[in-house]
């Protein structure tokens, strides 16, 4: 299993379909499962239950996709605020950090509306603020940490797809976890 964990708006979801595409695997999105388990949006069920619920229901989904077969996971930007999916993620996926500056993220969906967290008045200081919090959790989740600033996505499924073949290779466990630029 690949888990692929950042900022909202980093190309997890994008990044993801293309990669499982390569790689010939199932592409799942948490936050479609969680959606599709609900029975409405992320946004309806955060505006009338609250974080901590919708958190409660992304803990069980994660822990349960986590021990699927093979695939591509794209988590939302907030999963690993919670201990229990860190652990799930690093234990059971390579957790790929899709590392965006809160500037390169308010660039690509401050006109998406679907975003609940970032339906305040100055997105981009929410951005800045949510990546302050996340980053060293997504870094302690990861075992790769892949730069998004610039690249297509094409290179940054070749990026991720050259970082699973290292790893396969005789002698990776010896190396430490790499970080891309």
Partial sequence: MIALVGLPGSGKTTVGRQLARRLQIPFVDSDQRIETQLGCSIRDFFAREGEDAFRDVEESVIDALTQDGPCVLSTGGGAVLRPANRRH???RARVFYLRSTPEDVFRRVRHDRNRPLLQVDDPLQKLRDLYAVRDPLYRETAHFVIETG??????LVNM???????????????RDTPSLH
């Fill in 150 to 155: 610039r690249p297509s996505v094409a290179t």
């Fill in 160 to 174: 991720i797809a050259m970082q699973l073949d290292l790893a396969a290779s005789p002698g990776a466990e010896d």
């Fill in 89 to 91: 993620l690093r234990d």
